[in-house]
């Protein structure tokens, strides 16, 4: 079936370091979202991308979608304690209304 | 608005017991979900919905029923609770016309 990957799965960095994750899907997506979830909390959408070698930026955060729209990642420039979470991608299933999030990784930022 | 709410907040449950979940939400949206949350699995889809009085299996169905039956309700039930089912769950809507899920805040559930 199909199937969302997220590598890598844990990171820890030190504030003020770069970050990335990666998101690969085993078939072509329409879209593909990426959600926060902050400790205790539950997930946020953050942005959706939809069209091929799309680039969007939020402030410090860079979200990239493939040209082959079969992968992503999310960049975050000079990290801080707020990031820390859990970053899920996420891409529309087979069947309408369906949503099919990758394990996630979660960022651990060291004052 | 409220947007999206979930109860109970937590509930221990005894192996063999039978609880249900119940998500509101009070955006309008056709759509609503019911994933389960465990340590590096991500989010699995449970069961879902495409608009009242309809319901669909997702990914990871068995031990649990669902039902629709007012727009803005989605019940989750567990008849008989296994240990297996102890997990965080969490409800989700959609509009149909944008494709952001606003999730509610959570059911922590443990099963003895």
């Known amino acids: 079936g199909q199937q969302v990957m997220q590598i890598p799965q844990y990171q820890h960095v030190q504030e003020g370091e770069d970050f990335t994750t990666y998101c690969n899907s085993s078939t072509t997506l329409s879209n593909i979202q990426w959600y926060k979830q902050r400790p205790g909390g539950h997930p946020v959408f953050l942005i959706q991308l939809v069209k091929s070698g799309e680039v969007k930026k939020q402030k410090r955060l860079t979200f990239q979608f493939g040209e082959a729209k079969k992968n992503s990642s999310l960049h975050i420039t000079a990290t801080q304690t707020t990031d820390v979470g859990t970053y899920f991608c996420?891409?529309?299933?087979?069947?309408?209304?369906?949503?099919?999030f990758g394990q996630g990784t979660t960022l651990q930022v060291k004052p | 608005n409220a947007g999206v709410t979930q109860t109970p907040k937590f509930r221990v449950l005894k192996t063999g017991q039978s609880m249900t979940l119940l998500c509101a939400q009070d955006?309008?949206?056709?759509?609503m979900y019911w994933y389960r949350q465990d340590p590096g699995m991500g989010l699995r889809l449970i069961h879902y919905s495409v608009g009242e009085g309809t319901t669909a299996k997702g990914e990871v169905p068995d031990g649990y029923n669902v039902s629709r039956l007012k727009k803005q309700n989605f019940l989750l039930g567990l008849e008989s609770a296994a240990p297996s089912q102890t997990s965080v769950y969490f409800c989700?809507?959609?509009?149909?016309?944008?494709?952001?899920?606003?999730f509610g805040p959570g059911t922590r559930l443990t099963v003895l």
């Open positions: 996420a891409g529309p299933g087979s069947n309408t209304g369906k949503l099919i």
């Open positions: 955006m309008n949206h056709e759509y």
């Open positions: 989700a809507s959609l509009s149909s016309g944008i494709n952001e899920q606003f």
